[in-house]
């Protein structure tokens, strides 16, 4: 299955109204429940300084990139199982892809 073409300025919607309690994405940026996300495509899971991953996502093997993250955002907790993340995930392809195409502009 290919990723449909994403739209970043709906995936800042998205991400502001979905991950914004527990994500940031600035460069430098904090991290609260979860890792600050700056320069996430192309990065190996589990790896960003200073953050208490789960073994489960520290020992995942992922790369992310652009289809791993449509694929994880889809249900997170089913595709890395034990993961801390708490959120149900994106069910429409579109979401994820605009989600993703957000992210990205992050490096």
Known sequence: ???????????????????????????????????????????????????????????????WNEKELFDYLLDPKKYIPKTKMNFPGFKSEQDRADVVAYLKQFK
């Open 1 to 63: 299955m290919s990723i449909p073409a994403g739209d970043a300025a709906n995936g800042e919607k998205l991400f502001k109204a979905k991950c914004t309690q527990c994500h940031t994405v600035n460069e430098g940026g904090p991290h609260k429940q979860g890792p600050n996300l700056f320069g996430i495509v192309g990065r190996p899971a589990g790896t960003v300084p200073r953050f208490a991953y789960t073994k489960a996502n520290a020992e995942s093997g992922i790369t």
